[in-house]
């Protein structure tokens, strides 16, 4: 059985005669929300009984879903072979963000990050990673609201290093006749893989980009995130520098801010002298703490005095709401809990 979401148009259009058959079954599936080849009733009976044994439309099943008092969402998505993909569904009264996964567990071991701490599983097939917003967003929105939200790359995983199925995710996602999504409605989060970053710039398709920093010298940054041993840290800020220009004036550098580790005036005045000549965006994210981390989050009086800092130097910053943190569901705390629990049907 083939996953119908693993396959871009122009490849359906080369396996079908006639190849308008590849328009219309995205038609179907993506606009028309069809997961039964039965109500596609502008393809041919006997057609439709031989893709049916061939091509599975079907969303994969929610796991488990949990939700938060602020109307958060997190879901376990189960694929094929049983693993789970996590899925974060946050409602917001201007546009609703889905959070999605890129990989299950993620190889990049960085210090104050649960999903770190897994290590890699393996890395999601392009449809695996574009049907969570799928699912989410049926789970969510109705048929009017269906197209108002976003999606942020920043769930488990490093998308980069997943590259080539998360540059066919986006280009399934961008279709006209699929979800048709513009790519400023998608954000892509890295720790900075370098040359992946590279071969992104150069790229028909560039989604929004958020630049994972953390920490704000090499000493600090080789700590908290390893692979700035290999990617250090001014190789990362130049290829930003490099990056195509309209995408370049709206990067945002993610910066969490843990007590005594990342938090201090100096810190802040660092991160200030990184960034400069860059039209950079700073969100800075207050730990979210986890018994398994050694770390903890700092004061509202730190956090604000670090933000003043930045904004003295005239960087826009802002400070991410904590969301669905009762569910575990903020921010680096994705880490497959309750994973064995029973099958809960999306409908
Ligand atoms: N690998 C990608 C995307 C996944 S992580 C990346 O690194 O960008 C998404 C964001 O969550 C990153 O900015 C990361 O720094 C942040 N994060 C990880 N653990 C966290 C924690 N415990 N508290 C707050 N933010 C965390």
């Known amino acids: 059985?083939?996953?119908?979401?693993?396959?871009e148009r122009s490849e359906l259009a080369r396996a079908f005669d006639p190849p308008f058959r590849a328009t219309q079954l995205y038609k179907s599936v993506y606009q028309r929300w069809l997961d039964n080849f039965e109500l596609m009733t502008d393809i041919p009976r006997e057609l439709r009984t031989s893709l049916a044994e061939?091509?599975?439309?079907?969303?994969p099943p929610v796991h488990r879903r949990f939700d938060s008092i602020?109307?958060?969402?997190?879901?376990?998505?189960?694929?094929?072979?049983?693993?789970?993909?996590?899925?974060?569904?946050?409602?917001?009264s201007n546009r609703n963000t889905i959070c999605i996964s890129s990989q299950?567990?993620?190889?990049?071991?960085c210090?104050?990050?649960?999903?770190?701490?897994?290590?890699l599983t393996r890395n999601l097939t392009a449809g695996e990673i574009l049907t969570q917003a799928m699912v989410a967003?049926?789970?969510?929105?109705?048929?009017?609201?269906?197209?108002?939200f976003n999606i942020v790359m920043m769930g488990m995983g490093e998308p980069l290093h997943n590259y080539d199925n998360v540059m066919k995710s986006l280009r399934i996602l961008h279709d006209e006749e699929g979800l048709n999504m513009s790519m400023s409605r998608i954000t892509l989060s890295t720790a900075g893989m370098l040359p992946a970053l590279e071969r992104l710039a150069v790229e028909p398709l560039i989604p929004n980009l958020a630049i994972s920093l953390t920490g704000a010298t090499n000493t600090k940054r080789d700590t908290l995130m390893p692979i700035n041993r290999k990617y250090p840290i001014e190789q990362l800020v130049d290829a930003v520098r490099r990056f195509p220009v309209k995408h370049r004036q709206r990067v945002t550098f993610e910066y969490v801010l843990m007590k005594g580790i990342t938090d201090s005036p100096q810190d802040a005045h660092s991160l200030a002298r990184l960034l400069r000549g860059l039209p950079a965006k700073v969100n800075l994210i207050p730990l979210n703490e986890a018994e398994e981390l050694g770390y903890a989050?700092?004061?509202?009086?730190?956090?604000?005095?670090?933000?003043?800092?930045l904004l003295d130097h005239r960087i826009d910053t802002f400070v991410r709401k904590n969301r669905g943190n009762d569910i575990s569901a903020a921010c680096g705390q994705l880490k497959k809990k309750w994973a064995d629990t029973e099958i809960i049907p999306l409908r």
């Open 104 to 109: 299950v567990g993620c190889a990049l071991a």
């Open 1 to 7: 059985m083939n996953f119908f979401f693993d396959f």
């Open 137 to 148: 967003q049926r789970d969510n929105l109705s048929w009017d609201e269906r197209d108002s």
């Open 70 to 92: 602020d109307g958060t969402r997190r879901y376990l998505v189960r694929l094929e072979d049983g693993e789970l993909a996590e899925t974060v569904f946050i409602p917001e």
């Open 54 to 59: 061939q091509w599975n439309i079907q969303l």
């Open 111 to 119: 210090t104050f990050c649960l999903t770190g701490q897994l290590g």
């Open 297 to 309: 989050r700092p004061s509202d009086e730190s956090v604000d005095r670090f933000r003043q800092i």
